[in-house]
């Protein structure tokens, strides 16, 4: 069992950069496709970035392409969602997901399509 534990979250203003952190307990997770979702109050989960194992395959939401970089660190196994010029409308808790034997660069981006989740962490932002 992958158990996956989100950090970094906290409430900035409009403009700000946050970076949140993803570690995996249990096993590596340097072979799993990693993703990032969101939930607004109200709103469904959405997917905002994800990465194959390979590194590649990098996919953004539309609205973060731009301002929200995701990024691995396999060697530490961790990974970041590097999120800058912060805006009211990306408040939300932030999930972190891990999918492990997919084909190198493919990136799943809705919520069944992947595996293993972790608690969220909350990001707010203020105008």
């Known amino acids: 069992q992958v158990h996956l534990v989100e950090s970094g979250g906290g409430l900035v203003q409009a403009g700000d950069s946050l970076t949140l952190s993803c570690a995996p307990s249990?096993?590596?997770?340097?072979?799993?496709?990693m993703a990032w979702f969101r939930q607004a109050p109200g709103k469904e989960r959405e997917f905002v970035a994800g990465?194959?194992?390979?590194?590649?395959?990098?996919v953004y939401r539309d609205s973060v392409k731009g301002r929200f970089t995701i990024a691995r660190d396999n060697a530490k196994n961790i990974a970041y969602l590097q999120m800058a010029n912060l805006k009211p409308e990306d408040t939300a808790v932030y999930y972190c997901?891990?999918?492990?034997?997919?084909?190198?660069?493919?990136?799943?981006?809705?919520?069944?399509?992947?595996?293993?989740w972790g608690q969220g962490t909350q990001v707010t932002v203020s105008s």
């Open positions: 990465m194959s194992w390979t590194g590649g395959g990098i």
């Open positions: 249990g096993r590596s997770v340097s072979s799993d496709t």
């Open positions: 997901a891990a999918t492990p034997r997919l084909p190198p660069g493919v990136v799943h981006t809705t919520e069944r399509g992947n595996d293993y």
